[in-house]
Structure formats: C-alpha cells, structure tokens
C-alpha cells in the first residue's frame, strides 16, 4: 500500500526539515475505532498527524481536490476521502460512520478550515456528531509551528521546529432524541477544549 511505504520516508524528511516533535503516542488506542480530532493551520498538517501517529490514518479532504488528474487517485492511495466544505456532504458521513464500523482510526479537523497559527477556531457539530454515532474513542490533537513552517499563500517551507502531541481520549454516550442537536454541539466544545489544552501544555 502506498500509505505503507511513503510513511517512514515522509517521517525522515518531517524530523530533518522541521525537527519534528511527538508527544503521547500512547494516548492513541492500538484497536478500535479511532477519530483522531485536531487544530489545522496548514497543509502540512495531515501528513504531520499522519506520520506522528501509531495508528494508519484516514483523511477526509475537499472534494475539490479529487477533480485534479492524477492528484485525485494519488489521495485516494493514502487514504484520502472526499468531502464538501460546507460540512453537509451525507455520503461523506456515510462513508466515515463505515470505516470506524471497520475499526479504523480517522483524522478530522473540527474546525473545517485552516485557521491561524497560535488561534483556535470555533469546532463544527459534524465532529460531535460523527463522535457520538460512532461511539469511537476520540484522541484530541494539537500541532504547533506547522503554520510558521508553511504558511497559507506560502508554495515552500520554512524550517520551523514542529510539535505534535497527542492527549488522553475521549468516549462520548449516544445523545437522547430530544436532545441530539445539543449533544452533537457540546461534544464538539468538549473536543475543541481539550485541544486548547494541549496547546497550552506543549507552549
């Protein structure tokens, strides 16, 4: 598989070129569905999470990019699922719902867009809700320096020391009917603190 073979090469570079930085590995379950939920200030931050976890990854990215020849089938080989931006994409829910049914751990960024380096965005209710239909444990990230070493606009990196640490996961109870909305919101709060935390931690 292509993921298989391009990660130890993409780690190298990310360790040489940005002195990348890990921190709580053990935090991610070794079995069981997995979604992996963290801060997003630049491109360079799905093969950061990607290469720093113990678990292989799956990614939902903008359906725009699998119009691209070529680039499209290269995304899909690492695992790469299309998904629209505006968050309402139901085949993408779909699709994500099946692969923690399968066991597999997924990367998603709450906040649905890049943001700025050092600022945390406000998270969308789709975190939560895929969180709390799924039942998978929900392993909060937080990457530091990944918008200095690429930043928007930016087509080269920068040599900029970057850190990815990983916190204790969290398990949320599926919501009652009356209340799902709500639920779906305060879980994604929830996740959206707990990343905020580990910023602190790893400042």
């Known amino acids: 598989m ?4 391009l990660k130890p ?3 190298a570079v990310m360790r040489a ?4 930085e890990v921190q709580g590995r053990e935090h991610v379950p070794t079995t069981g569905p997995v979604l992996i939920v963290s801060n997003h200030v630049s491109v360079l931050d799905p093969p950061l999470v990607g290469g720093a976890s113990p678990r292989m990854l799956y990614f939902l990215a903008k359906e725009e990019l699998f119009a691209v020849p070529l680039l499209g089938r290269f995304l899909h080989a690492l695992n790469a699922r299309p998904v629209k931006r505006d968050g309402s994409d139901g085949r993408a829910l779909k699709m994500a719902l099946k692969l923690l049914s399968e066991n597999r751990a997924i990367l998603l960024f709450p906040e649905g867009t890049r943001g700025v380096e050092g600022r945390l965005g406000e998270g969308r209710p789709g975190a939560g809700m895929l969180a709390i239909m799924s039942g998978a444990a929900v392993v909060p990230v937080h990457i530091s320096g990944s ?3 690429l ?3 930016h087509a080269l990196p920068r040599f900029h020391r970057i850190r990815v640490r990983f916190g204790p996961p969290l398990v949320f109870k599926r919501a009652a009917d009356e209340r799902r909305k709500e639920q779906y919101r305060e879980a994604t709060n929830e996740m959206m603190r707990a990343i905020a935390q580990l910023g602190t931690q790893a400042a």
């Open 9 to 11: 090469m993409a780690v």
């Open 151 to 153: 930043p928007p606009g």
């Open 2 to 5: 292509l993921y298989q073979v």
């Open 147 to 149: 918008g200095r070493a």
């Open 17 to 20: 070129g940005f002195r990348l």
